[in-house]
């Protein structure tokens, strides 16, 4: 077992979620604020990339580079413009209930997570299903019995789709079939500790193993492909959640992580709290077609 702890790169957010590595470029969204952000580590410039005042969450690319957000407040997909604006793609309003992460495949296909019902105003917790959007703009559903789910990525040949289901503690994996059909659902691991191993977000590397973040105790656990937990890393903080994951740097080995100093009854409050970005190294690196 590998135990590490991670390091601040930058700071100054409020709440970071979506994280995705692409060219050259660590790419977040901070829900409260309404931006899309590109961030060169190596130099800790910021940019915004887009602005758009409904809650950006999930972020994803297109085969030609076309960025892709998730935004909750109006339950859509965007597509990101060269001059920072977003266009919509496709209404998630009638199958989602605040849309969440993202994964963009190869193709172009979307798969959306949902938390499922109204969370921070104190809802009794629904099962939901999985969001599909076609590179057309087509929008479909798969799976079911999802609580929060939540963190999304694809295995490395693409074959199998993993998902952090928060508040079942648990990871749950589909079998993608060659048309981006989901079908065979399982748990892959189930996690025991409502106090300490709600899951969050996930990015998989090269070797198939899975990252997963734990806000509640504040590290991120790499799962082998079997299930077992090779390493461990902690935040930068103690008690600082993390919630979102990307594997990038120059060669793939580098673990950005966003993390937060926020609980959920703050989070509640318009995500209040502040928010960063920490890295740590790591052994395996992510995935090529993620530069």
């Known amino acids: 077992m590998s135990t590490r702890t991670a390091a601040v790169v930058t700071e100054g957010f409020q709440y970071l979620e979506g994280a995705r590595w692409h060219r050259g470029e660590l790419w977040c969204s901070d829900i409260p604020q309404g931006r899309v952000y590109r961030i060169r580590p190596e130099t800790g410039a910021v940019a915004v990339a887009a602005a758009v005042d409904a809650k950006p969450s999930?972020?994803?690319?297109?085969?030609?580079?076309?960025?892709?957000?998730?935004?909750?407040?109006?339950?859509?997909?965007?597509?990101?413009?060269?001059?920072?604006?977003?266009?919509?793609?496709?209404?998630?309003?009638?199958?989602?209930?605040?849309?969440?992460?993202?994964?963009v495949d190869p193709q172009g296909r979307a798969y959306i997570t949902q938390i499922g019902y109204d969370l921070f105003n104190g809802a009794e917790a629904e099962m939901s299903r999985m969001i599909v959007v076609s590179p057309e703009g087509e929008v479909s559903t798969a799976g079911g019995g999802l609580v929060c789910p939540n963190g999304v990525g694809l295995s490395p040949d693409g074959t199998v789709l993993y998902v952090a289901e928060s508040f079942s503690l648990r990871i749950t994996a589909f079998d993608v079939a060659a048309d981006g059909e989901l079908k065979g659902q399982r748990v892959f691991r189930?996690?025991?500790?409502?106090?300490?191993?709600?899951?969050?977000?996930?990015?998989?590397?090269?070797?198939?193993?899975?990252?997963?973040?734990?806000?509640?105790?504040?590290?991120?656990?790499?799962?082998?492909?079997?299930?077992?937990?090779?390493?461990?890393?902690?935040?930068?903080?103690?008690?600082?959640?993390?919630?979102?994951?990307?594997?990038?740097?120059?060669?793939?080995?580098?673990?950005?992580?966003?993390?937060?100093?926020?609980?959920?009854?703050?989070?509640?409050?318009?995500?209040?709290?502040?928010?960063?970005?920490?890295?740590?190294?790591?052994?395996?690196?992510?995935?090529?077609?993620?530069?």
């Open 58 to 103: 999930g972020l994803g690319f297109r085969a030609d580079g076309t960025p892709l957000v998730v935004t909750q407040a109006d339950g859509a997909l965007r597509s990101i413009t060269p001059d920072g604006g977003t266009e919509i793609v496709a209404s998630l309003r009638d199958v989602a209930v605040a849309a969440n992460d993202m994964w």
């Open 190 to 291: 189930q996690f025991d500790n409502p106090e300490a191993e709600v899951v969050d977000g996930l990015c998989v590397d090269s070797e198939g193993g899975i990252w997963v973040t734990f806000p509640l105790s504040s590290e991120v656990r790499r799962l082998a492909p079997d299930g077992t937990v090779t390493d461990r890393i902690a935040t930068a903080e103690p008690g600082h959640f993390v919630v979102s994951c990307a594997l990038g740097g120059p060669d793939l080995r580098t673990l950005y992580l966003c993390t937060a100093d926020t609980d959920l009854e703050r989070m509640a409050n318009n995500f209040e709290g502040t928010a960063r970005v920490e890295s740590a190294m790591v052994s395996v690196p992510g995935l090529a077609n993620e530069s």
